[in-house]
């Protein structure tokens, strides 16, 4: 997803290995992101969605359309999130709400079906082109960090997925909504006993999870161009992070995410196809040495 | 799926001889109806690339969105083989080929087959997403990265008089007909031996399937590694048919589009794919070519897809299948109304008795020597003790009861006991040998299973299936490779299913499916199918709960009549029913052995009253 780095090439190797560890950085924290939303998705509502992927690209497509329409960055952001926002509460509320007592695989077959219906619909609408957003003027061109020189839209990059991290944290960890949240990733069934309203925090969670994508699907758009197909690969790499964090675990999520960025960038840069292969063979070791991922839960499977 | 009992050969057969003539009548057909050379030719590739992935995921429940791995494996080796090599058989290229994807996918399934649902679900799409990887850079010398192998030549046959040079037009047809052919009749003969009901066992309650003696980790390899040879055989077959391995096998997308036209066909039918793939790519010419679409065709297949899986989950094949048999069922319903035949009374069991031998119940054996004997068994969660150091005894022939007051402990220690948990200490010896941390299967092969306090039944098959899978684990053995041999032709099979239908007085309910059964009907299926295993020691964990006045009656008879030669521990709440059963009793309280004695000396303990009514002093 991020384009592997033009600098840095002809400075010294260390330089180069600061500047991939950066590279990795940016990709880890945009990783950690869009699988907490995955996660806490999975965790709460017990649907692997498939369709996570589509709503990172969608993030993306909807804040070029308020970029071209508005010409301002920070509109782009927020009106790419909150679109996702609403079209994961309204995909909860219409197709997902009918699949909570049918089998998992239903739940599969219907967010991968769901999934692809997005993806072929903005590709009916913006056609298959990779299409930019500019990074903001604010955070174009280059930082000099002394011993480097790095393009300070990624640092930039770095930043804001960092406080919509915090964001989340605090959501979950800090409010109401939060705690119902993490007791329905222990035992959604009690919380519905206590006479809480699961389902309603299922839609605000399906809501939340994909705006987390959205969101992600934006901010990543000046990095790299956006494509119908640019969430593919992204929820790849996201189950590979969900798989090593441990499934339903935030900060499994948010650690798996900068694991598997800094694994693909630092791969890359000794030879970049096999970046992808390191990734899945650290898949692997986590695995054998711990089934339920480095954080994961007893709860559900 | 359902298992046509004592099918006559002919039966059996008609349905490959059927797909034959379909095979044979459909370039007369389906060119007038829009169908080109090469979407059929197509058709028949994706038709057999899905029939192992129906085996993997429609019979066994096993969702993999990585089958492209295969598809592509096979595909290249072949290619490779047939353009870079000597090699010039096509029919060799494509059996290396399909090896090839068969070792692959079960070096893939080692590790994907470590987790269920949606980790391995997860996994299987990362797998494959490596795959494609390498094929395009690392491997590239050998797989022609992105440009993929062209030149892949067609097979060239000798047939002594003459030679058919498999080329363009129908022959390229015809073969590849031939290989579906070959393929969808090996898949009907596995699905008709004791393997393809264990699937469709393993995808109801795999939990059961282990219990009952099934080796369900091994079976699940087998069938991904059978899948994967499907896929690795029809990738080899999309080179041979285009003359061009296209690098894009290996793609999700491929992946993605099996599944979605297995499920559009009907998922659990083995034709699925076939006619789901036929359905795809109509629509597709058709959406692109006549409506003019372009590049939209996808966006219309996705909705349509969205809508099957919302509406109409049994895909066009199921819902064919339905209507026939609602149709016909109008006609048949009124006989099988379940509760209208009376309940046969138990008592007359008492002559058809134990024709079920248990196991290694030599006479001779000494009826003191100890059955079975824990020492120090202990259970702990974290720092609550579930079982505290139990010393535990049942000797040969014994009906054991068990009581206690709730959260004594005991359906834990029947868990340690079958080896479904671990203990946290102490040791299990069953016969002689010590069986701690053997496993739940290894053991019921020894002749100790339990029936379960909760019914753990295969719920979408009927009663007699249920038997089945039961028995055929039994003569079978935990794991058996007889993919070829029909189940009904497993020696002593029919034999020892009727003599445990009669024995649970389920002879005239045995093809009702598991759904339709009464709560009764259903705990005695439950005890049935421990007692289908022959055990040597049956374990019963709260047989009688639930059940009404009349039921409890009937079930202790049943139980009385069933313990002839076996040895027997009964959990339950009813007193009076193991003050009756059991001539010796333990009692548990708060997971260590309280006391132990006859039905007698229980009755008239001080400390079993505590233990029972505890509060009374404290109050």
């Known amino acids: 997803m991020v384009a592997t780095p033009e600098l840095g090439t002809d400075l010294l190797s260390w330089a180069n290995f600061i500047s991939q560890m950066f590279n990795g950085l940016v ?88 999934g692809i219906v997005f993806v072929e619909l903005v590709r009916h609408f913006f056609g298959s082109l990779a299409l930019n957003v500019p990074a903001p003027g604010w955070a174009s ?161 | ?120 679900a997860m996994i299987t799409v990362a797998i494959a997403e490596v795959f494609f990887f390498l094929e395009n850079s690392p491997l590239s010398a050998f797989t022609g990265g992105e440009n993929g192998l062209p030149g892949v030549p067609a097979p060239t046959f000798y047939l002594g008089f003459t030679t058919i040079k498999v080329g363009s037009g129908w022959s390229m047809y015809g073969f590849l007909a031939a290989c579906f052919l070959i393929g969808m009749v090996i898949a009907r003969r596995i699905m008709a031996s004791p393997i393809g009901h264990i699937m ?94 372009g590049a939209s065709w996808k966006l219309a297949l996705g909705v349509i897809f969205v809508l099957l899986v919302c509406f109409l989950r049994r895909g066009v094949i199921g819902a064919f299948v339905d209507l026939a048999r609602s149709l016909r069922g109008k006609r048949t319903a009124d006989d099988e109304e379940p509760g209208v035949i009376p309940e046969q009374v138990v008592t007359g069991l008492e002559q ?43 000797r040969r022939g014994e009906l054991r009861g068990i009581i206690g007051p709730n959260g004594a402990g005991k359906s834990t220690f029947f868990k340690m006991l079958t080896c479904e948990i671990q203990p946290s200490s102490g040791s299990i010896v069953f016969n002689g040998s010590d069986i701690t941390g053997f496993g739940v299967t290894r053991v019921c092969q020894l002749g100790l299973t339990k029936s379960y306090q909760v019914n753990q039944l295969f719920s979408g098959l009927s009663v007699r299936e249920n038997l089945t899978i039961a028995v055929v684990a039994e003569l079978r053995g935990p794991f058996r490779l007889d993919m070829l041999h029909r189940v009904e032709n497993v020696p002593g099979l029919d034999e020892r299913v009727e003599e445990v239908l009669t024995l649970v007085n389920l002879s005239r309910r045995a093809d009702v499916p598991v759904s339709g059964l009464a709560y009764g009907e259903k705990r005695r299926l439950e005890i049935g199918l421990a007692l289908a295993t022959s055990p040597s020691l049956l374990l019963l964990d709260e047989p009688l709960a639930g059940m009404s006045p009349q039921e409890r009656a009937e079930t202790v008879q049943l139980l009385k009549s069933i313990r002839q030669g076996r040895t027997m521990v009964v959990i339950d709440h009813d007193m009076d029913a193991i003050f009756e059963l059991a001539e010796q009793i333990t009692v548990l309280a708060e997971g260590a052995v309280l006391v132990e004695g006859t039905p007698q000396q229980i009755k008239n303990n001080v400390t079993v009253q505590e233990a029972y009514l505890g509060g009374v002093h404290e109050a």
């Open chain 1, 27 to 114: 990709l880890g924290v945009l990783l950690a992101l869009i699988s907490s939303g995955l996660t806490i998705i999975y965790g709460t509502l017990g649907v692997l969605n498939l369709a996570h992927g589509a709503m990172f690209m969608l993030g993306g497509y909807a804040g070029y359309a308020a970029y071209q329409a508005t010409g301002s960055y920070t509109i782009a952001v927020i009106a790419g999130t909150l679109f996702v926002g609403i079209v994961g509460i309204v995909m909860e509320r219409g197709i997902i709400r009918h699949f909570y007592s049918r089998p998992q695989e239903d739940q599969i077959l219907v967010t991968f079906g769901v």
């Open chain 1, 141 to 301: 061109g280059i930082t000099s960090l002394g011993f480097m020189i790095y393009p300070t839209y990624r640092l930039a990059v770095v930043g804001i997925v960092a406080i919509a991290l915090v964001v989340l944290y605090i959501v979950l960890y800090r409010t109401r909504l939060g705690l119902i949240v993490r007791a329905g990733i222990e035992d959604a069934g009690m919380v519905d006993a206590l006479g809480i309203d699961v389902y309603g925090v299922f839609m605000i969670v399906f809501g939340i999870g994909a705006m987390a994508a959205g969101f992600a699907g934006i901010v990543n758009a000046p990095v790299a161009p956006i494509t119908p197909d640019i969430g593919e690969a992204i929820l790849v790499q996201t189950f590979v992070v969900v798989v090593i964090g441990g499934v339903g675990s935030f900060p499994g999520a948010v650690l798996g995410g900068l694991i598997a960025g800094e694994i693909l960038s630092l791969t890359s840069m000794i030879n970049p196809s096999y970046s992808q292969v390191m990734l899945f063979a650290v898949m692997t070791l986590v695995l054998v040495v711990s089934p339920r991922g480095l954080l994961g839960s007893q709860g559900r499977e």
């Open chain 2, 1 to 120: 799926m359902t298992m046509a009992r004592r099918s006559s050969s002919l039966q059996y057969w008609w349905p490959d001889v059927l797909t034959a003539i379909g095979l044979l009548v459909a370039p007369y057909v389906l060119p007038s109806l829009g169908f080109s050379q090469d979407t059929m030719n197509r058709i028949l590739v994706l038709g057999l690339f899905g029939i192992g992935f129906d085996m993997l995921f429609g019979y066994m429940g096993l969702l993999s969105f990585g089958q492209s791995a295969f598809f592509g494996t096979g595909g290249f080796v072949t290619a490779y083989l047939l353009t870079s090599t000597g090699l010039s058989s096509v029919v060799l290229g494509l059996l290396i080929g399909t090896i090839a994807a068969a070792i692959v996918g079960f070096l893939v399934g080692l590790i994907a087959l470590r987790r269920t649902g949606i980790y391995f």
């Open chain 2, 200 to 293: 469709v066992a393993i995808r109801d309650n795999p939990l059961r399937a282990a219990a009952v003696g099934h080796d369900v980790k091994r079976y699940k390899l087998l069938v991904f590694v059978i899948a994967a040879a499907y896929g690795g055989l029809a990738g080899g077959l999309l080179g041979v048919m285009q003359g061009y391995m296209p690098p894009d096998a290996f793609t999700f997308d491929t992946s993605g589009q099996l599944v979605m036209q297995t499920v559009i066909g009907g998922l659990g039918t083995l034709f699925g794919p076939l006619v789901g793939a036929a359905i795809w790519l109509y629509l597709r010419d058709f959406l692109q070519g006549t409506l003019g679409l």
């Open chain 2, 352 to 394: 058809s008795r134990p024709m079920v031998a248990a196991r290694s119940l030599s006479a001779a054996s000494d009826a003191a020597d100890p059955i079975l004997q824990t020492r120090a068994l202990s259970k702990r969660y974290g720092g609550l003790v579930a079982n505290d150091s139990i010393d535990f005894t049942v």
